[in-house]
């Protein structure tokens, strides 16, 4: 294989690459251009409801909302993360019912007095002169 062959098929990888990185960027260009719509049209819907909430209601504003939850389902559909999954509530489990009688009362009545009674202090001697 002559050096302008070896030339040539690396320049035919190059391209192929090139080709390859353009494909990716412009899908991550369409991604990105897609969730800025969507942030677009939150903030529109966002904007809809806040009036809605502080008695203000805008004319014509349940035919711009039906638009825009149309337009986000869409982009949804192409598979644009609209709002992050709900977190799964966390498995609870069975309560467990509370003792009735106090802890004092639940420790075993075959236990010795002396196992609970408090111990006194020893009692030193008295001095007793040598």
């Given at each position: 294989m002559g050096f302008f062959d070896k030339?040539?098929?690396?320049?035919?990888?190059?391209?192929?690459q090139a080709?390859?990185?353009k494909g990716k960027v412009?899908?991550?260009?369409?991604?990105?251009?897609?969730?800025?719509?969507a942030d677009e049209l939150l903030d529109d819907l966002g904007r809809f409801l806040y009036a809605e909430r502080i008695?203000?209601?805008q004319?014509?504003?349940d035919s711009?909302?039906?638009r825009i939850v149309q337009e986000l389902k869409a982009l949804e559909d192409d598979g644009i993360e609209i709002l992050p999954a709900a977190p799964t509530p966390p498995v609870s489990e069975p309560a467990t019912?509370?003792?009735?009688e106090p802890a004092a009362a639940a420790e075993p009545a075959s236990a010795p007095a002396s196992a609970t009674a408090?111990?006194?202090p020893p009692t030193a001697a008295p001095d007793t002169p040598a």
């Open positions: 030339v040539k098929e690396q320049a035919e990888k190059a391209k192929v080709q390859d990185l412009g899908e991550k260009v369409d991604e990105v251009q897609s969730k800025r719509k008695g203000r209601p004319p014509g504003a711009e909302i039906e019912e509370a003792p009735s408090p111990v006194p």
